[in-house]
């Protein structure tokens, strides 16, 4: 198989955009997901948003929860190779009527050239000197970091789109702690109670613990423990990579029926990073992604290889629901989810009742800084024999945190 496309989103739940060559990086491909847009929420119980100005809590925003954030697009400048800027369009929102929902008045230009466009848009550095601006503290499913504060101009922009007061925020050298058994290292589960299982043989060390504990801690130490890479992520979610299957999508749309007016599933709407597509007749079947464990990217006759470790499932949510072009949740016979649940895609029970598409993965530490293409040839060099079971605490099924 091969490589079909590559997506970077360079702001996280923003539509991204598709780019020949990628670096691989250890937060994942170069540029993707480092700003984010935050709600601007008060810290009281009174619920008033105005009031949200001192000690405000800053919550994460991503399609499904704030459907209109598929209204904004975000793109590199000059090009990916040369990237200098991110431009984030607003793209008016149309109505079923195909008029703009927006009065023609209300629509204005933050770019600076003092002429009218019917999408605005505003433009911010790929990387800017973040030791200049304000920190803010962030928390994505539970695990914590800190964003850096773009300013007020950009606070504007996003706060009259989205109709809420929003900030963009930059990750910086800011990360965050990859927590249950997402990370490469860690015990990939592949039965719904093992975790239990293994926390109670923690919890009650034997003389062996105890001397394997010592004999752990002097290997690392002495630097000779192969496995001692402590991962950790960014903005996105729970994992910096998330490849998918232009065959699975292709048997997703498969199941559209012949006598309802069903939409036809775009893959952007997956957020893949990767996309992989047979290279010859009857290569790939649908939704063998599900067994995967480790993506070689070349490597074939001398050449180099990177690769990718696949650690988890996707669960999806509502946001296949959304209509890119009004901003709004489809009506029924357009829904994506209820076909992807149909088709019996509720095979990880780590994630409850959301059906999965994808693979979410790791780039492996001697591929760093190296780059990938549209085209190349793609192997599977590890697999499992059963399927991961997700376990992030607070997000995956039967962990939920208390109100």
Known sequence: MKIKELYVYPVKSLRGCSVPTATLTPYGLKHDRKYMIVRIKPSGDDGDEKKATSNP????????????????????????????????????????????????????????????????????????????????????????????????????????????????????????????????????????????????????????????????????LLGWNTENTKYTIQFADVAPVLVASSVSLEELNSGKKEDEKELMLDITKMRPNVVLEPSGANEMTPFEEDYWAELQVGGEGGGEARKIMLTGNCGRCKSLNVDYETGKQLPVHGQMLKRLSDMKRRVDTGHGYSPIFGRYGFIAKDSFEKEVRVGEEVTVTKKNEERTVFYWPGLSSGTKPPK
């Open 57 to 220: 809590i800053y919550e994460s925003q991503y399609v499904g929860r704030v459907d209109s954030l598929c209204l904004f697009s975000a793109s590199i400048l000059p090009s990916y190779e040369d990237a200098k800027f991110i431009r984030v369009t607003y793209n008016t929102p149309v109505s079923s009527a195909g008029k703009d929902d927006n009065d023609a008045e209300d629509v204005v230009v933050v770019n600076g050239d003092g002429e009218e466009n019917v999408n605005p848009y505003v433009e911010f550095p790929i990387a800017p000197d973040y030791r200049k601006l304000g920190k803010v503290d962030l928390s994505i499913h539970l695990s914590d970091c800190v964003g850096y504060d773009m300013g007020e101009e950009y606070q504007k922009f996003f706060t009259k789109y989205l109709g809420y007061p929003a900030k963009l925020v930059y990750v910086g050298d800011s990360t965050r702690e990859v927590k249950g058994n997402l990370a490469p290292n860690q015990t990939h589960l592949t039965k719904e109670n093992d975790f239990d299982k293994e926390t109670k043989k923690a919890a009650a060390p034997s003389g062996w613990f105890i001397f394997g504990f010592f004999t752990w801690v002097f290997w690392y």
